[in-house]
């Protein structure tokens, strides 16, 4: 039986990388574009360098509150990486 092909001439079958990728590596991947946005948003002059230690403070309690509830241990840990990438960013700023 043929596969049958979608509207952008892919099959429809076959999944996007990021579906079949390792949660660590798409964690990995996220972290690197975030730095990345940031440090283009700073270098734009779009964000400040305050506007982007509190960016990463709201993303940090964010993530601290929902670790709190049952079963969301990831998000407390998430906070703590969020966390130590806002006090190397604060450390590597004026």
Avoid at 8 to 17: D, E, I, L, V
Avoid at 65 to 80: F, I, L, P, W, Y
Avoid at 82 to 89: D, L
């Amino acid at each position: 039986m043929a596969r049958k092909k979608s509207t952008n001439g892919h099959s429809a079958r076959r999944r996007p990388k990021v579906l079949k990728a390792k949660p660590k590596a798409i964690a990995l991947a996220a972290l690197h574009i975030m730095e990345s946005l940031l440090l283009e948003l700073e270098a734009s002059e779009l964000l400040s360098s305050k506007e982007i230690r509190g960016l990463l403070k709201d993303a940090m309690t964010t993530l601290q509150k929902a670790g709190r509830q049952e079963g969301m241990r990831n998000c407390t840990v998430a906070s703590d990486i969020v966390g130590s990438i806002r006090e190397q960013y604060a450390r590597s700023r004026p």
